[in-house]
């Protein structure tokens, strides 16, 4: 996927001077499950999708997210109208005002001509901003006055452009702690929070992982070889037992590359990754955790430190090569500071 996922810009047939992002089509995917906990999530959002409340989803990464926010799309009543999803973590904050409101000829340099932005080309369709909790405290504020206006101004303009759609939103954060860490606008949180689903890991939906194995191998793009078209009972127990971090993402990619690397029609336990068959060898060797963020292993490391020196944070932030103004903003970022505000009187500040 690219940072604007599927969207591509083309000339307007009326104004070559004004690009036009295309909307994303939407492919028949269908979400695939038989297990209670996904049931459950399916039931809430058949009684959502009629409905023109906001939408955040919630859940690791990997567990479907965008495809709940298509599945309530396709069944409200603006099916017949885009579906655009953008990406917000995966673009600077500057690029993505640009992107979800647009901007005009000449507002910054490189801008060449007319862009209409995201928010402009889903008008009565639906906006996924994915990621959502990556972004930037000012986009925050812009992205607010938006949903509570319903208008935007693009980057460089003046007037107030009219825009209907219904916000559907997505993050693997926890968006609540992230308010409390300020981090994340309180009003913007309840704003987009109408309605909360919340998407299970995979490991938490085992009944459906055989289902999803046999869809991906009949379907992949890679079936078209003849090799690694069905399961043995021997590697579907193991991949049955496996917890899948990266959840339906990880799964998938794994069955692509049963495709193209099994000896024949039926994948044996041989033809399995090495940390699937043996997880707990890949544990020992490798303590890398798909589901941890820099963010959060950053915070953990600086606590370990504060820890080790009894909460010197002068100490600390010597051994940690940052300056201590940089460790007294980590802590307030964290909501840290009032733990490490006082130390034990092994060390001097």
Known sequence: MSEIEKSSFLPSSSDNQTLIPQAKIIENSPIIYKSEAMRQVMRMVER?????????????????????????????????????????????????ESELFGHERGAFTGAYARK??????????????????????????????????????????????????????????????????????????????????????????????????????????????????????????????????????????TCERLQILSEGHTVMPNDLPEHIRNPEYKAVIDDYDPTLTIHELERRYILKALNYFDGNKTQAANALGITIKTLYNKLHEYGEFEKFAVHSARGKE
């Open 48 to 96: 959502v999708a009629p409905s023109q409340a906001t939408v955040l989803i919630l859940g690791e990464s990997g567990t479907g997210k965008e495809l709940i926010a298509q599945h309530i799309h396709k069944n409200s009543n603006r099916r017949d109208k885009p579906f655009v999803a953008i990406n917000c973590g995966a673009l600077r904050e500057t690029l993505l």
């Open 116 to 253: 209409l932005g995201l928010a402009e080309v889903a008008n009565g369709g639906t906006l996924f901003l994915d990621e959502i909790g990556e972004m930037s405290p000012g986009i925050q504020s812009k992205l607010l006055r938006f949903l509570q206006e319903g208008e935007i101004f693009r980057v460089g303009g003046k007037d107030p452009i009219k825009v209907d759609i219904r916000l559907i939103s997505a993050t693997n954060r926890e968006l609540e702690k992230e308010v409390l860490r300020g981090n994340f606008r309180e009003d913007l949180f309840y704003r987009i929070n109408t309605i909360m689903v919340q998407t299970p890991p995979l490991r938490r939906r085992k009944e459906d992982i055989q289902l999803l194995i046999e869809h991906f191998l009949s379907r992949g793009a890679n079936a078209i070889l003849g090799r690694g078209r069905q399961m043995s009972e021997d590697a579907m127990k193991i991949m049955m037992k496996y917890d899948w971090p990266g959840n339906i993402r990880e799964l998938q990619n």
